[in-house]
């Protein structure tokens, strides 16, 4: 049974830093690619990050240059370091991975950003 378990959320102010991590049990993590998710009230859930297994990586140009994405394989977790946060970071951060043509998410972690 595949799950993936997120934490480190919170509220931060404007300026500020989070890292959230994202434990996963039930697959080859190593061969996996990786992904953040984030997803506000009445909008569509977008992609923010995601890591494969050859380490190469992708950004949404709304994060570029203000979060990191990395993964430690020997323990199965996928990071998301987010720094210089804004208003707009705010909403509720999804870990996702795809196995066999299905999509897992976490169950998502909270993210507000006061400015």
């Known amino acids: 049974q595949v799950q993936l378990v997120e934490s480190g959320g919170g509220l931060v102010q404007a300026g500020g830093s989070l890292r959230l991590s994202c434990a996963a049990s039930?697959?080859?993590?190593?061969?996996?690619?990786m992904g953040w998710y984030r997803q506000t009230p009445g909008k569509q859930r977008e992609l923010v990050a995601s890591?494969?297994?050859?380490?190469?990586?992708n950004y949404a140009d709304s994060v570029k240059g203000r979060f990191t994405i990395s993964r430690d394989n020997a323990k199965n977790t996928v990071y998301l370091q987010m720094n210089s946060l804004k208003f707009e970071d705010t909403a509720v951060y999804y870990c996702?991975?795809?196995?066999?043509?299905?999509?897992?998410w976490g169950q998502g972690t909270q993210v507000t950003v006061s400015s």
């Open positions: 039930g697959i080859r993590f190593s061969i996996n690619a």
């Open positions: 996702n991975t795809v196995g066999r043509g299905v999509d897992y």
């Open positions: 890591i494969f297994s050859d380490g190469s990586i």
